[in-house]
Protein backbone atom coordinates (compact mmCIF):
# COMPACT_ATOMS: atom_id res chain seq x y z
CA UNK A 1 0.00 0.00 0.00
CA UNK A 2 1.38 3.27 -1.05
CA UNK A 3 2.31 6.34 1.72
CA UNK A 4 -0.03 8.85 2.14
CA UNK A 5 1.42 12.19 1.61
CA UNK A 6 0.75 14.45 4.35
CA UNK A 7 0.76 17.75 3.81
CA UNK A 8 -0.86 21.04 5.51
CA UNK A 9 -3.73 23.21 3.75
CA UNK A 10 -1.46 26.49 2.46
CA UNK A 11 0.93 23.53 0.74
CA UNK A 12 -2.31 21.76 -0.27
CA UNK A 13 -3.00 24.56 -1.85
CA UNK A 14 -0.21 25.72 -3.41
CA UNK A 15 0.18 22.07 -5.09
CA UNK A 16 -2.94 22.87 -6.56
CA UNK A 17 -2.49 26.25 -8.33
CA UNK A 18 0.94 24.69 -9.22
CA UNK A 19 -0.59 22.60 -10.96
CA UNK A 20 -3.17 24.76 -12.97
CA UNK A 21 -0.07 27.66 -13.73
CA UNK A 22 2.59 24.73 -14.88
CA UNK A 23 -0.20 23.51 -17.34
CA UNK A 24 -1.52 26.62 -18.32
CA UNK A 25 -4.60 26.78 -17.06
CA UNK A 26 -3.95 29.58 -15.25
CA UNK A 27 -1.93 31.86 -18.31
CA UNK A 28 0.10 34.51 -17.71
CA UNK A 29 -1.63 37.82 -16.53
CA UNK A 30 -4.19 35.87 -14.91
CA UNK A 31 -5.40 37.90 -11.27
CA UNK A 32 -6.05 35.54 -8.71
CA UNK A 33 -8.17 37.73 -5.51
CA UNK A 34 -7.14 36.23 -2.42
CA UNK A 35 -11.44 36.12 -1.60
CA UNK A 36 -11.96 34.09 -4.53
CA UNK A 37 -9.98 31.57 -3.83
CA UNK A 38 -10.63 31.07 -0.32
CA UNK A 39 -14.24 30.41 -1.19
CA UNK A 40 -13.05 28.02 -3.95
CA UNK A 41 -10.82 25.59 -1.84
CA UNK A 42 -13.01 26.52 1.24
CA UNK A 43 -10.10 27.32 3.05
CA UNK A 44 -9.18 31.01 5.20
CA UNK A 45 -7.40 34.10 3.10
CA UNK A 46 -4.89 33.47 5.46
CA UNK A 47 -4.04 29.73 4.67
CA UNK A 48 -4.62 31.84 0.51
CA UNK A 49 -1.58 33.98 1.71
CA UNK A 50 0.86 31.38 2.94
CA UNK A 51 0.20 29.61 -0.44
CA UNK A 52 0.86 32.68 -2.52
CA UNK A 53 4.08 33.41 -0.55
CA UNK A 54 5.40 29.49 -1.60
CA UNK A 55 4.53 30.40 -5.09
CA UNK A 56 5.98 34.02 -5.60
CA UNK A 57 8.86 31.99 -3.96
CA UNK A 58 9.03 30.13 -7.17
CA UNK A 59 8.73 32.60 -9.23
CA UNK A 60 4.82 31.70 -10.43
CA UNK A 61 3.45 34.34 -9.73
CA UNK A 62 3.80 38.39 -8.36
CA UNK A 63 2.16 39.66 -5.35
CA UNK A 64 0.47 43.09 -5.83
CA UNK A 65 0.32 43.95 -1.68
CA UNK A 66 -3.37 44.27 -0.39
CA UNK A 67 -5.03 43.74 -3.61
CA UNK A 68 -4.31 40.59 -5.72
CA UNK A 69 -1.69 38.38 -7.06
CA UNK A 70 -0.70 37.65 -10.90
CA UNK A 71 0.33 34.21 -12.68
CA UNK A 72 3.72 35.45 -14.47
CA UNK A 73 6.53 34.49 -16.78
CA UNK A 74 10.22 34.47 -15.52
CA UNK A 75 12.61 36.68 -17.46
CA UNK A 76 14.64 35.55 -20.40
CA UNK A 77 17.54 37.41 -18.20
CA UNK A 78 16.62 35.16 -15.36
CA UNK A 79 16.22 32.03 -17.37
CA UNK A 80 19.44 32.49 -18.51
CA UNK A 81 21.24 32.79 -15.19
CA UNK A 82 19.30 29.53 -13.95
CA UNK A 83 19.88 27.99 -16.99
CA UNK A 84 23.86 28.76 -16.67
CA UNK A 85 24.04 28.03 -12.83
CA UNK A 86 22.83 24.41 -13.86
CA UNK A 87 25.17 24.04 -16.22
CA UNK A 88 28.14 24.69 -14.58
CA UNK A 89 26.96 22.74 -11.73
CA UNK A 90 25.88 19.23 -13.67
CA UNK A 91 29.14 19.60 -15.53
CA UNK A 92 31.34 20.10 -12.74
CA UNK A 93 29.94 16.70 -11.33
CA UNK A 94 30.56 15.05 -14.33
CA UNK A 95 33.57 16.22 -15.27
CA UNK A 96 35.63 12.93 -14.02
CA UNK A 97 33.51 10.64 -15.20
CA UNK A 98 30.85 8.48 -14.74
CA UNK A 99 31.79 6.93 -11.77
CA UNK A 100 31.70 3.00 -10.74
CA UNK A 101 27.85 2.36 -11.23
CA UNK A 102 27.34 3.73 -15.26
CA UNK A 103 25.12 1.08 -16.02
CA UNK A 104 22.78 1.65 -13.42
CA UNK A 105 22.97 5.33 -13.97
CA UNK A 106 21.74 4.33 -17.70
CA UNK A 107 19.11 2.68 -16.36
CA UNK A 108 17.99 5.22 -13.80
CA UNK A 109 17.80 7.87 -16.58
CA UNK A 110 15.96 5.71 -18.72
CA UNK A 111 13.64 5.65 -16.50
CA UNK A 112 13.12 8.63 -15.52
CA UNK A 113 13.28 10.18 -19.46
CA UNK A 114 10.31 7.23 -20.10
CA UNK A 115 8.25 9.51 -16.94
CA UNK A 116 8.78 12.84 -18.59
CA UNK A 117 7.71 11.33 -21.92
CA UNK A 118 4.38 9.84 -20.38
CA UNK A 119 4.04 13.48 -19.25
CA UNK A 120 4.75 14.79 -21.86
CA UNK A 121 2.26 12.95 -23.62
CA UNK A 122 -0.74 13.62 -21.06
CA UNK A 123 -0.20 17.09 -21.29
CA UNK A 124 1.27 17.07 -17.86
CA UNK A 125 3.79 19.81 -17.08
CA UNK A 126 3.79 19.33 -13.67
CA UNK A 127 4.58 15.65 -14.10
CA UNK A 128 7.36 16.90 -16.32
CA UNK A 129 9.06 19.02 -14.10
CA UNK A 130 9.22 16.84 -11.55
CA UNK A 131 10.26 14.00 -13.67
CA UNK A 132 13.07 16.56 -15.46
CA UNK A 133 14.20 17.41 -11.92
CA UNK A 134 15.06 13.71 -11.37
CA UNK A 135 16.66 13.09 -14.57
CA UNK A 136 18.93 15.94 -13.97
CA UNK A 137 19.46 14.56 -9.72
CA UNK A 138 20.82 11.30 -11.42
CA UNK A 139 23.60 13.31 -13.13
CA UNK A 140 24.61 15.54 -10.34
CA UNK A 141 24.88 12.37 -8.50
CA UNK A 142 27.65 11.33 -10.18
CA UNK A 143 30.06 13.11 -8.38
CA UNK A 144 29.03 12.49 -4.85
CA UNK A 145 29.87 15.65 -3.60
CA UNK A 146 27.34 17.12 -1.12
CA UNK A 147 28.28 20.57 -1.23
CA UNK A 148 27.41 20.76 -5.23
CA UNK A 149 24.71 19.15 -4.83
CA UNK A 150 22.73 21.31 -2.37
CA UNK A 151 24.04 24.18 -4.22
CA UNK A 152 22.56 22.72 -7.13
CA UNK A 153 19.19 21.68 -5.01
CA UNK A 154 18.70 25.22 -4.29
CA UNK A 155 17.58 26.15 -7.80
CA UNK A 156 14.94 23.21 -8.09
CA UNK A 157 12.19 25.68 -7.14
CA UNK A 158 12.56 27.73 -9.79
CA UNK A 159 11.89 24.94 -12.33
CA UNK A 160 8.47 25.11 -13.28
CA UNK A 161 8.41 29.10 -13.75
CA UNK A 162 12.23 28.16 -16.09
CA UNK A 163 10.24 25.30 -18.29
CA UNK A 164 6.97 26.90 -18.67
CA UNK A 165 8.47 30.26 -19.24
CA UNK A 166 11.35 28.92 -21.74
CA UNK A 167 8.70 26.49 -23.26
CA UNK A 168 6.11 29.43 -24.97
CA UNK A 169 9.06 31.72 -25.92
CA UNK A 170 10.45 29.19 -27.82
CA UNK A 171 7.43 27.67 -28.79
CA UNK A 172 8.50 24.19 -28.69
CA UNK A 173 5.66 21.38 -27.20
CA UNK A 174 6.22 18.98 -24.29
CA UNK A 175 7.67 16.08 -26.21
CA UNK A 176 9.92 18.40 -28.09
CA UNK A 177 11.53 19.49 -24.33
CA UNK A 178 12.04 15.48 -23.65
CA UNK A 179 13.40 14.70 -26.66
CA UNK A 180 16.34 17.71 -25.99
CA UNK A 181 16.93 14.97 -23.09
CA UNK A 182 17.62 12.35 -25.61
CA UNK A 183 21.37 13.26 -26.35
CA UNK A 184 22.73 13.15 -22.91
CA UNK A 185 20.82 9.46 -22.13
CA UNK A 186 22.83 8.45 -24.72
CA UNK A 187 25.83 9.77 -24.36
CA UNK A 188 26.01 8.11 -20.86
CA UNK A 189 24.66 4.51 -22.34
CA UNK A 190 27.78 5.14 -24.82
CA UNK A 191 30.14 6.02 -21.86
CA UNK A 192 31.30 8.73 -23.89
CA UNK A 193 32.02 11.79 -21.63
CA UNK A 194 32.93 14.54 -24.24
CA UNK A 195 29.60 14.00 -25.32
CA UNK A 196 28.19 14.41 -22.31
CA UNK A 197 29.74 17.51 -21.76
CA UNK A 198 28.88 18.98 -24.97
CA UNK A 199 24.90 17.96 -24.52
CA UNK A 200 24.86 19.51 -21.02
CA UNK A 201 26.39 22.77 -22.98
CA UNK A 202 23.66 22.39 -25.73
CA UNK A 203 21.25 21.03 -23.19
CA UNK A 204 21.19 24.29 -21.35
CA UNK A 205 22.89 26.93 -23.69
CA UNK A 206 22.24 25.94 -27.24
CA UNK A 207 18.23 26.24 -27.26
CA UNK A 208 17.90 29.80 -26.53
CA UNK A 209 15.57 32.31 -27.76
CA UNK A 210 19.02 34.77 -27.78
CA UNK A 211 20.39 32.32 -30.68
CA UNK A 212 23.88 30.64 -30.60
CA UNK A 213 25.74 33.74 -31.57
CA UNK A 214 24.92 35.07 -28.07
CA UNK A 215 26.15 31.90 -26.14
CA UNK A 216 28.87 31.57 -28.18
CA UNK A 217 30.16 34.84 -26.75
CA UNK A 218 29.18 34.44 -23.09
CA UNK A 219 31.24 30.86 -23.49
CA UNK A 220 34.08 33.13 -24.25
CA UNK A 221 33.71 35.13 -21.04
CA UNK A 222 36.38 33.71 -18.89
CA UNK A 223 36.06 35.33 -15.83
CA UNK A 224 32.39 34.40 -15.52
CA UNK A 225 32.50 30.76 -16.74
CA UNK A 226 35.71 29.83 -15.02
CA UNK A 227 34.45 31.65 -11.84
CA UNK A 228 31.16 29.69 -11.51
CA UNK A 229 33.11 26.22 -11.99
CA UNK A 230 35.64 27.06 -10.11
CA UNK A 231 33.49 28.00 -7.19
CA UNK A 232 31.10 24.72 -7.81
CA UNK A 233 34.34 22.69 -7.53
CA UNK A 234 35.67 24.39 -4.06
CA UNK A 235 31.56 23.78 -2.92
CA UNK A 236 31.41 20.25 -4.10
CA UNK A 237 34.93 19.78 -1.95
CA UNK A 238 33.42 20.59 1.37
Known amino acids: MAALEHVSLPEAV ?21 ANLAAEFGVSRGTIRDAMRSLQ ?3 LIAIVPRRYSVVTRMSREDAEDVLFARYALEDASVEN ?9 T ?8 HMSVA ?17 ELLMDVSGR ?13 MGALMRAEIE ?21 DAD ?32 AAGGLAAARQAGAG
Open 193 to 224: LPRLRAELADHYMGHSTEGPDHHAARAQQPSR
Open 14 to 34: SKALRRRILNNELPAGTRLVE
Open 146 to 158: RRLKELWSMLNSQ
Open 107 to 114: RALRLALD
Open 57 to 59: AEG
Open 120 to 136: ARTDDMDALVESDTRFH
Open 97 to 105: GFGPHRRDL
Open 169 to 189: RQDIGLLDAVERHRGIFEAVN
